[in-house]
């Protein structure tokens, strides 16, 4: 995966991933399905210390949701919430979020 091979290669290359290289991945893993991985490289980030955004959130949040992974999906709303941060209301996929809790509380 290219993902995958990016991850590996930053050191090799001296690069010291920051939040925007989170983010292009998480944005990665999250739009192929593979919200997993995005959940394991959100807690990797925060791990380095790097403060999530409302953007990285809403990425992971919207692929939980398309994943069908409800319970991942409100811990980070829940986190968004303790944090202080929002989703603009135009974020349509909350509705769609809230349609798959009642269909699939995976």
Do not use: W
């Amino acid at each position: 995966n290219r993902a995958n091979l990016l991850r590996e290669q930053y050191p090799q290359y001296g690069v010291v991933p920051n939040k925007d290289t989170y983010k292009s991945l998480i944005k990665m893993y999250a739009r192929s399905m593979k919200i997993e991985r995005a959940l394991d490289l959100f807690n990797i980030m925060k791990q380095q210390h790097i403060t999530p955004d409302v953007q990285t959130y809403a990425m992971l949040i919207e692929g939980c949701t398309k994943s069908y992974y409800v319970s991942s999906g409100m811990r980070l709303l829940r986190e968004m919430k303790e944090k202080g941060l929002t989703l603009r209301p135009h974020y349509h996929f909350i509705l769609n979020f809230r349609r798959n809790l009642s269909n699939n509380p995976h």
